[in-house]
């Protein structure tokens, strides 16, 4: 069984995904435009190119996304993507990376478990928290 979660855009999930490549390091999987797809009626022309679905791969982990149907969007709250690094100088340049354009909720620091731990929301709007812990 795999869990992996799935992200919703406001037209902007290709950028996104290609930003977390640059940031992460994973590998784009895949990238479904609505165009070509049963989904394309359901679309205007303008939106044709936006990504119906996308995979992201980091390691083992999988990042699924789209961009939601116009109208359809609602921004992510109550959930943050966690990522677990283990060098604390990976850790903080992960962090500054996606924090770029966006919004440091906690910026990154030494915590009572953790060397550097850091809060933020990317310029797409999603929560992440990076989290690299102190050795055992």
């Avoid at 165009?35 to 992201?56: C, I, Q």
Wanted: with cysteine; charged share 25%; glycine share 10%.
């Amino acid at each position: 069984m795999k869990l992996s979660p799935y992200l919703s855009f406001n037209g902007c999930c290709e950028t996104a995904f290609k930003f977390y490549e640059q940031c992460l390091g994973g590998k784009i999987e895949s990238m479904m435009p609505y165009k070509g797809s049963p989904m394309e009626a359901e679309v205007s022309a303008e939106w044709g190119n936006k990504v119906m679905h996308g995979e992201f791969k980091l390691g083992e982990f999988v990042l699924m996304g789209s961009d939601c149907m116009p109208g359809k969007y609602e921004a992510a709250k109550g959930t943050s993507l966690m990522i677990g690094i283990e060098d604390p100088v990976e850790a903080e340049r992960a962090f500054n990376a996606l924090a770029e354009n966006g919004k440091v909720v906690m910026p990154i620091q030494e915590t009572f478990w953790a060397e550097k731990f850091g809060v933020l929301e990317d310029q797409f709007g999603i929560p992440w928290m990076i989290n690299c812990d102190k050795p055992m």
